[in-house]
C-alpha cells in the first residue's frame, strides 16, 4: 500500500484533544484517525441513480 499525505486544518483545540488522546492510548495521530476512518460504515452506490444511499 503506497501512504498518501493528507493536509487537513482543525482548531487548535481540537488539535490539542487529539494529542491528548493519541498520549493517553499511546499511538500516534495517524493511527487514531486511521481507526477513526476504518470504523465508518461503506456507502452502498443505488444502482438506480448516481447518488450514494447511508447503509445503516
Known amino acids: 500500500m503506497k501512504n ?5 486544518r482543525i482548531s487548535e483545540r481540537r488539535l490539542n484533544k487529539l494529542r491528548l488522546y493519541s498520549a493517553w492510548k499511546d499511538k500516534t495521530m495517524t493511527q487514531i484517525l486511521e481507526d477513526f476512518i476504518d470504523s465508518l460504515p461503506i456507502p452502498e452506490i443505488d444502482k438506480n441513480s448516481d447518488t450514494l444511499s447511508r447503509a445503516d
Not at 498518501?4 to 487537513?8: D, G, T
Request: hydrophobic share 60%; no cysteine.
Open 4 to 8: 498518501k499525505a493528507l493536509n487537513l
